[in-house]
């Protein structure tokens, strides 16, 4: 398998559960739920989609021919001056689990990485995820009912797409994350309300985008 790559970089996990962890941020391109062309935005799915995914031109992005040298290149990123303890990946996207498989997730294991990886639910996640975060989308049918972190982007305007829909799910941890936008305050301020009110939910903040990590 030929594995399409945008960016392969490292920072600090700005979001969710594992804010503030340094990790190199492994980025497929292509998503089921938007092309990622301003174009097609409106008719989408997910229409609300803040991250450049086309294409393999990013920083170190690229076509990779084995699993093999996918993990080579994750872990020239995380780079030899680095501690070999705490290996971790964010397998992000797009959505990550149209590529994301066995070998991968062997390969990356073998060069001692944490696996974690962020997804839309609408597809089964494989076997040997570390940390798995859901991310529910629009009226996109979620498939993937279980894991570590399920993460709702909010408001959002679908019915399918409101909190309470999803707290039977089998998580460990539930978050509202407010939607970037140019009401992002009043977002912040609704998922604030939402939390205090709901005290299963937790309120996640992109907090890269307020300290400019990049």
């Known amino acids: ?122 597809i089964v996640a494989p076997d040997g995820i570390d940390w798995l975060c859901v991310s529910p989308k629009g009226n996109a049918e979620v498939l993937q009912t279980s894991g570590n972190e399920l993460k709702l982007v909010y408001p959002q305007t679908e019915d399918t797409a409101q909190p309470a829909r999803f707290e039977s799910l089998d998580f460990e941890h539930f978050y509202l994350q407010p939607l970037d936008s140019p009401e992002r305050d009043e977002n912040t301020r609704r998922s604030i309300e939402y939390c205090k009110q709901h005290p299963r939910w937790k309120l996640s903040l992109q907090t890269h985008k307020y300290l400019g990590i990049d």
């Open 1 to 122: 398998m030929t594995y399409s790559v945008k960016e392969i970089y490292y920072t600090l996990q700005g979001e969710g559960a594992h804010t503030g962890r340094p990790a190199v941020f492994l980025r497929f391109a292509g998503c089921n739920l938007w092309s990622g062309r301003e174009e097609h935005r409106a008719q989408s799915i997910c229409r609300f989609c803040d991250t450049e995914f086309v294409g393999v031109d990013g920083p170190g992005g690229g076509k990779f021919e084995t699993a093999e040298q996918l993990a080579a290149a994750v872990s020239t990123c995380w780079g030899e001056a680095r501690a070999e303890a705490g290996r971790y990946v964010v397998c992000t996207g797009g959505e990550p689990l149209l590529q994301l498989e066995s070998a991968a997730i062997a390969a990356l294991h073998d060069l001692g990485f944490e696996i974690g990886v962020e997804s839309n639910g609408t």
